[in-house]
C-alpha cells in the first residue's frame, strides 16, 4: 500500500495546531542558535560580498536549490546584481554565464551534494571567490570554500525529523542576514530600494511625491480672507476638494474652511452664519505639507491628524498654497 492510499490518523484540531507549533518553535529555535554562534565569518562573507565587482552566483539543487533562489532574488531586490544557477544545469553549460569577477554563493546542507561539487572547481580555475553556506563543516564543499557561513541545525523540523525544514529555514535567513548587511555596507536607502521597485505599491509609496498628485494651479480652492462664507461655500463646492484655502492681500496662505468648520458654524450660528466673514469662522492653523515631500508623507499626516484633505505650499517658505491633495487621490494611486 502506498502511503497516500492509507486511511488518515484520527487527530483532533488541537492536536493538529500542537504539530504546527511545534514546527515553528522547532525551528525558530534553531534560529535563535544560529544567532548567538555566528562570528566574523558571515561579515567577512558580506564585505566579500560587497567588494564583488560582478554578480552574485547563487549554487545549489533539490531544496537548497529552491532556497538558492529566493537568496538570488532578495540580494538583487536589496541593489546587488545575483542571479541563481541550478548546479545540475551548470556542469551541463550554464557555467559560461560565471565570471572571474563574480562571487559564488554555495548553498547545501550536507555540503557533499555532488551536483554542487561538481561546479566549485571552475570557480577555482577562474579565480572567482566562492562562499558556503553549509550545515556540515567537515563536508567537501566546507573545506574548498574561501568563506564558510555555519548553517547547521540540530534536529529537522518536521515530525520524522527527516525533510529539509530547518536547515532549509536557516538557510534562507542566512541569505537574508548577507543580503541586509551588503545592504547597509552601500548605504541603501528608501529611494535606491524603489528604483529596484518602479511598478506595485513599493514603487509607488516610495516614488510618488504630493506634487504628482495635486491638481492644477486653476483647480486650488483659495478665497481672500474678507470674503463671506456664502462665497467660500461657493468655491469649495466648484472645486469639489471639501475645503479652501484662505489667503491674505498678498496670496500667503492664513487658514483653511472645509465642510466640517461649516456644518460647525451653522449649528452655533444658524442661517445666517453664511453672511458671516471667513477669516472669523475660520481655522487658523491649517495642515500643511511641501509638493516634493513623499505622498505616503503625506498620508502618514492625514491619518495622525484625522483629516482628509492637506494644502500643498511651495518648499522655499512654505506660505503660499499651491494645490491640494485630498485622501481620495492616495487612494486611487494605492499609496493607501
Known amino acids: 500500500m502506498l502511503p497516500w492510499e492509507r486511511e488518515g490518523v484520527a487527530c483532533s484540531d488541537e492536536a493538529l495546531l500542537q504539530t504546527g507549533r511545534s514546527v515553528i518553535l522547532a525551528e525558530a529555535g534553531e534560529l535563535t542558535r544560529a544567532a548567538k554562534r555566528l562570528g566574523p565569518e558571515l561579515a567577512r562573507a558580506a564585505r566579500a560580498i560587497y567588494g564583488c565587482r560582478g554578480r552574485v552566483v547563487v549554487v545549489g539543487v533539490g531544496k537548497s536549490g529552491h532556497i538558492g533562489r529566493k537568496i538570488a532574488a532578495t540580494f538583487a531586490s536589496l541593489g546587488t546584481p545575483s542571479f541563481f544557477l541550478h548546479a545540475a544545469e551548470g556542469?551541463?553549460?550554464?557555467?559560461?554565464?560565471?565570471?572571474?569577477?563574480?562571487?559564488?554563493?554555495?548553498?547545501?546542507?550536507?555540503?557533499n551534494t555532488a551536483e554542487v561539487l561538481a561546479v566549485l572547481p571552475h570557480f577555482k580555475r577562474l579565480g572567482a571567490l566562492s562562499v558556503a553556506i553549509t550545515g556540515n563543516e567537515d563536508s567537501s564543499l566546507a573545506r574548498f570554500a574561501d568563506i564558510v557561513v555555519d548553517s547547521r541545525v540540530e534536529s529537522e523540523a518536521d515530525p520524522l525529523g527527516l525533510a529539509p525544514t530547518s536547515s532549509t529555514?536557516?538557510?534562507?535567513?542566512?541569505?537574508?542576514?548577507?543580503?541586509?548587511?551588503?545592504?547597509?555596507?552601500?548605504?541603501?536607502?528608501?529611494?535606491?530600494f524603489a528604483v529596484f521597485h518602479p511598478g506595485g505599491t513599493l514603487g509607488r509609496r516610495l516614488l510618488t511625491r504630493v506634487v504628482d498628485l495635486m491638481g492644477p494651479p486653476e483647480q486650488l480652492p483659495k478665497v481672500e480672507k474678507h470674503v463671506s462664507v456664502k462665497d467660500a461655500l461657493f468655491e469649495i463646492t466648484d472645486k469639489k476638494y471639501g475645503a479652501t484655502c484662505v489667503v491674505d492681500e498678498t496670496g500667503e496662505l492664513v487658514g483653511i474652511f472645509t465642510d466640517g468648520d461649516l456644518r460647525r458654524l451653522l449649528e452655533r450660528s444658524g442661517i445666517n452664519a453664511l453672511n458671516h466673514r471667513i477669516e472669523?469662522?475660520?481655522?487658523?492653523?491649517?495642515?500643511?505639507?511641501?509638493?516634493?515631500?513623499?505622498?505616503?508623507?503625506?498620508?502618514?499626516?492625514?491619518?495622525?491628524?484625522?483629516?482628509?484633505?492637506?494644502?500643498v505650499v511651495d518648499d522655499k517658505n512654505g506660505k503660499i498654497p499651491l494645490g491640494m491633495v485630498h485622501l481620495h487621490e492616495l487612494l486611487k494611486c494605492g499609496i493607501a
Not at 556542469?91 to 555540503?111: A, C, K
Request: aromatic content about 2%; some cysteine; overall charge negative.
Open 91 to 111: 556542469i551541463h553549460g550554464d557555467l559560461g554565464m560565471v565570471r572571474r569577477e563574480d562571487v559564488g554563493l554555495f548553498v547545501s546542507n550536507s555540503g
Open 169 to 192: 529555514t536557516l538557510q534562507l535567513v542566512m541569505g537574508d542576514a548577507l543580503a541586509g548587511m551588503v545592504a547597509r555596507l552601500r548605504g541603501l536607502c528608501k529611494e535606491d
Open 280 to 311: 472669523d469662522s475660520m481655522t487658523r492653523t491649517p495642515s500643511v505639507i511641501g509638493g516634493e515631500r513623499l505622498a505616503v508623507d503625506a498620508l502618514k499626516l492625514m491619518e495622525e491628524r484625522e483629516i482628509t484633505v492637506l494644502i
